[in-house]
């Protein structure tokens, strides 16, 4: 499975971004999908997780700021990200699972990796 991350680029807090996340996994529909995001001197640190079914859950700093999306007709899977702050600032990585497990927001549950995009916010 590869997935290509792209979108990222730079933006002045408060304003908005979309990521994208184009998979090669056959048949899409049937990959939990996950995001990670990194900041310098950081952990890898969950962003948010859409299942094959279109169950969606978020990282606690999220608060309804960011939204996660699929498409299984385009193999895509997209986070939408509003009123970013300074701190959103990293490298944003997209993952995808084959099976379901309760320990998604874990980045070590994970078997393959998109290549990340870089979000920088601006203060």
């Known amino acids: 499975v590869q997935l290509q991350a792209s979108g990222g680029g730079l933006v002045q807090a408060g304003g908005s971004l979309r990521l994208s996340c184009a998979a090669s996994?056959?048949?899409?529909?049937?990959?939990?999908m996950g995001w990670f995001r990194q900041a310098p001197g950081k952990e890898r640190e969950f962003v948010g997780a859409?299942?094959?079914?279109?169950?969606?859950y978020y990282g606690d700093f999220v608060k309804g700021r960011f939204t996660i999306s699929r498409d299984n007709d385009k193999n895509t899977v997209s986070l939408q990200m509003n009123s970013l702050k300074a701190e959103d600032t990293a490298v944003y990585y997209c993952?995808?699972?084959?099976?379901?497990?309760?320990?998604?927001?874990?980045?070590?549950?994970?078997?393959?990796w998109g290549q990340g995009t870089l979000v920088t916010v601006s203060s």
């Open positions: 859409i299942t094959w079914n279109g169950g969606k």
């Open positions: 993952a995808a699972r084959a099976t379901w497990t309760v320990a998604f927001r874990a980045p070590s549950q994970y078997n393959y």
């Open positions: 996994a056959r048949p899409f529909s049937n990959y939990n």
